[in-house]
């Protein structure tokens, strides 16, 4: 019937609402260019280089280089999409806000539960990074002090437990919510030190590597399949420039300053993982590398001892910075969440003293230290992989509709390269044939490309992407390649997570969501006004 069909139009309408654009700071704006460019180096350069570089290394051998450019090429086509869309909508919240503000409500709160996720376990895995490189610091010094301090596995079960990565978490907490100033005064003093000890790291490993390490073992153990999924688990190594748009409503001239620091903090970090990759294989067979330390146990393995304190100690720092990073843009989803209702409003307090969003911080830092206690460093990289793709899918998605104002047949398009993208990754885990995988990948590149027919709008940024569709289009197909090379048990968890976001969603966000009761009261309001008239008539 016409009514239900109504009913129907509307439920669709509401759960596709949108909200607007903030034009109003919620927070003090303090933070320079420079704050922001060593932002995005706190929160980039860290895990990637000092700890998950190992994990990846040791499956992929000297081919890391390619992960390496692979990761980075796909994470620098992400970081241009953020970059359009900080400096058109420069709001705390990154990719959810992004959006919220483009295509409404649901689709808004699959990207702030993702996000949620990968920056919890983000948090999470650095945290157990920054235990490992502490206990490989100690021995330096005193290895009788260090056992205390190690992971105790759980028999029969795939977990082990870290005491030292939850304590350091609540620490960085503790010491986040006195300041973001303060936090980015620290942040700069850390990378620093981190990035002097970087250049240390590829000027020895070259002077002191053997050019046989690269000659005399295979340079690509598990074929391209292995690049790309190094690539694809090294991705969580770049993103740490999305802390930057979390910190959007903090800074001085986002619109300009925002972007620009995007494309500094990521281009750099590229350069250096690059060279600092090189520099490992180059000194170390890959089959020998210590996946918990692999810088500083390189070189204490040549017998420069005191490299590897160096290296201990800048990695120390590094970890440090990225973990406070982290920490930092996670208290920032969290409360971009909370202030639209979607979660409890409790997060959404800032500190009257401070200016940070205290409650937000202590929240986030508390669910973080959960996962750190249990998840080893292996299950929660993989699983931050897929959360960090996905935002960057639906970042450069927000931009194609954006940028075309909702036309149809674009809308189609983009709809048509998701789901062939979708079919390339299931093809790709059924083991189809090469030529059947290529066909549905041209199919996904073609649906792109044809975008490009149609005529865009202007944004208004202040920075906009060159060659029109196409950098968002590469942004999309690559990410969503990229995720299928890390296995269906990884996507098994994903898929949980998100059912139980949905469940939130259903029990709490839709029925606090302040969309959605500004949406309710309009409602309310215009029935009134029948009543009236109606009344008035009679």
Same mark, same amino acid.
């Given at each position: 019937?016409?009514?239900?069909?109504?009913?129907?139009?509307?439920?669709?309408?509401?759960?596709?609402?949108?909200?607007?654009?903030?034009?109003?700071?919620?927070?003090?704006?303090?933070?320079?260019?420079?704050?922001?460019?060593?932002?995005?180096?706190?929160?980039?350069?860290?895990?990637?280089?000092?700890?998950?570089?190992?994990?990846?290394?040791?499956?992929?051998?000297?081919?890391?280089?390619?992960?390496?450019?692979?990761?980075?090429?796909?994470?620098?086509?992400?970081?241009?999409?953020?970059?359009?869309?900080?400096?058109?909508?420069?709001?705390?919240?990154?990719?959810?806000?992004?959006?919220?503000?483009?295509?409404?409500?649901?689709?808004?709160?699959?990207?702030?539960?993702?996000?949620?996720?990968?920056?919890?376990?983000?948090?999470?895995?650095?945290?157990?990074?920054?235990?490992?490189?502490?206990?490989?610091?100690?021995?330096?010094?005193?290895?009788?002090?260090?056992?205390?301090?190690?992971?105790?596995?759980?028999?029969?079960?795939?977990?082990?437990?870290?005491?030292?990565?939850?304590?350091?978490?609540?620490?960085?907490?503790?010491?986040?919510?006195?300041?973001?100033?303060?936090?980015?005064?620290?942040?700069?003093?850390?990378?620093?030190?981190?990035?002097?000890?970087?250049?240390?790291?590829?000027?020895?490993?070259?002077?002191?590597?053997?050019?046989?390490?690269?000659?005399?073992?295979?340079?690509?153990?598990?074929?391209?399949?292995?690049?790309?999924?190094?690539?694809?688990?090294?991705?969580?190594?770049?993103?740490?420039?999305?802390?930057?748009?979390?910190?959007?409503?903090?800074?001085?001239?986002?619109?300009?300053?925002?972007?620009?620091?995007?494309?500094?903090?990521?281009?750099?970090?590229?350069?250096?993982?690059?060279?600092?990759?090189?520099?490992?294989?180059?000194?170390?067979?890959?089959?020998?590398?210590?996946?918990?330390?692999?810088?500083?146990?390189?070189?204490?393995?040549?017998?420069?001892?005191?490299?590897?304190?160096?290296?201990?100690?800048?990695?120390?720092?590094?970890?440090?910075?990225?973990?406070?990073?982290?920490?930092?843009?996670?208290?920032?989803?969290?409360?971009?969440?909370?202030?639209?209702?979607?979660?409890?409003?409790?997060?959404?307090?800032?500190?009257?003293?401070?200016?940070?969003?205290?409650?937000?911080?202590?929240?986030?830092?508390?669910?973080?230290?959960?996962?750190?206690?249990?998840?080893?460093?292996?299950?929660? =990289?993989?699983? /931050?992989?897929? &959360?960090? !793709?996905?935002?960057?899918? #639906? %970042?450069?998605? @927000? *931009?194609?509709?954006?940028?075309?104002?909702?036309?149809?047949?674009?809308?189609?398009?983009?709809?048509?390269?998701?789901?062939?993208?979708?079919?390339?990754?299931?093809?790709?885990?059924?083991?189809?044939?090469?030529?059947?995988?290529?066909?549905?990948?041209?199919?996904?590149?073609?649906?792109?490309?044809?975008?490009?027919?149609?005529?865009?709008?202007?944004?208004?940024? =202040?920075?906009? /992407?060159?060659? &029109?569709? !196409?950098?968002?289009?590469? #942004? %999309?197909?690559? @990410? *969503?390649?990229?995720?299928?090379?890390?296995?269906?048990?990884?996507?098994?968890?994903?898929?949980?997570?998100?059912?139980?976001?949905?469940?939130?969603?259903?029990?709490?966000?839709?029925?606090?969501?302040?969309?959605?009761?500004?949406?309710?009261?309009?409602?309310?309001?215009?029935?009134?006004?029948?009543?009236?008239?109606?009344?008035?008539?009679?």
């Amino acid at each position: 019937t016409w009514g239900n069909i109504r009913l129907r139009l509307m439920w669709g309408a509401a759960l596709l609402a949108r909200k607007k654009a903030e034009t109003k700071a919620r927070f003090h704006p303090v933070l320079t260019l420079t704050d922001l460019t060593f932002a995005g180096l706190g929160g980039i350069i860290g895990s990637g280089i000092f700890v998950l570089i190992g994990v990846v290394v040791v499956e992929v051998g000297p081919s890391i280089v390619l992960s390496l450019m692979m990761a980075g090429f796909v994470a620098f086509l992400a970081a241009l999409c953020y970059a359009e869309f900080a400096s058109i909508a420069p709001n705390a919240g990154s990719a959810y806000s992004y959006t919220y503000i483009i295509m409404g409500e649901v689709p808004a709160w699959i990207v702030g539960w993702v996000l949620i996720l990968e920056c919890t376990v983000g948090v999470a895995a650095i945290s157990r990074g920054w235990a490992d490189y502490t206990v490989n610091l100690l021995q330096n010094f005193s290895p009788s002090m260090t056992d205390r301090f190690l992971d105790y596995p759980i028999e029969g079960t795939p977990f082990s437990l870290s005491f030292v990565a939850p304590l350091i978490i609540l620490l960085i907490t503790f010491l986040t919510t006195l300041g973001i100033h303060e936090s980015l005064l620290a942040n700069i003093i850390l990378c620093s030190v981190k990035i002097f000890v970087l250049l240390v790291v590829i000027t020895g490993g070259f002077a002191l590597g053997k050019s046989e390490n690269w000659t005399e073992q295979p340079f690509a153990p598990k074929g391209f399949g292995g690049i790309a999924s190094g690539a694809a688990t090294l991705i969580f190594a770049f993103y740490g420039f999305d802390s930057l748009c979390n910190l959007s409503e903090e800074a001085i001239d986002p619109t300009r300053n925002v972007p620009l620091g995007i494309v500094l903090s990521c281009g750099i970090s590229t350069l250096l993982y690059i060279g600092t990759g090189a520099a490992l294989i180059s000194l170390v067979p890959y089959t020998e590398i210590d996946v918990h330390a692999p810088l500083s146990s390189a070189f204490a393995s040549k017998g420069y001892e005191w490299i590897s304190t160096l290296v201990a100690l800048g990695a120390f720092s590094g970890i440090t910075s990225a973990l406070l990073m982290s920490v930092v843009s996670q208290a920032r989803v969290l409360f971009s969440l909370a202030d639209d209702g979607l979660i409890p409003g409790i997060l959404a307090k800032i500190h009257e003293k401070y200016e940070t969003p205290a409650n937000a911080t202590i929240g986030g830092g508390l669910f973080a230290a959960c996962f750190a206690l249990m998840l080893d460093l292996e299950s929660l =990289a993989h699983l /931050i992989a897929v &959360g960090t !793709l996905f935002a960057f899918a #639906a %970042v450069a998605t @927000n *931009l194609l509709i954006f940028r075309f104002q909702f036309n149809k047949w674009v809308l189609c398009l983009v709809a048509s390269m998701w789901f062939w993208t979708i079919i390339f990754n299931i093809s790709y885990w059924g083991g189809a044939p090469v030529w059947c995988t290529v066909i549905f990948l041209v199919l996904a590149l073609g649906c792109g490309f044809a975008i490009a027919l149609f005529e865009s709008k202007p944004t208004g940024g =202040a920075f906009v /992407i060159p060659f &029109g569709p !196409l950098v968002p289009t590469l #942004a %999309v197909v690559a @990410n *969503l390649t990229a995720i299928s090379s890390l296995g269906l048990s990884v996507w098994i968890r994903f898929v949980f997570w998100m059912v139980a976001g949905f469940v939130v969603y259903a029990l709490y966000g839709f029925h606090h969501s302040k969309v959605q009761l500004a949406r309710l009261a309009e409602t309310q309001s215009v029935d009134d006004d029948k009543k009236t008239l109606l009344g008035d008539e009679e």
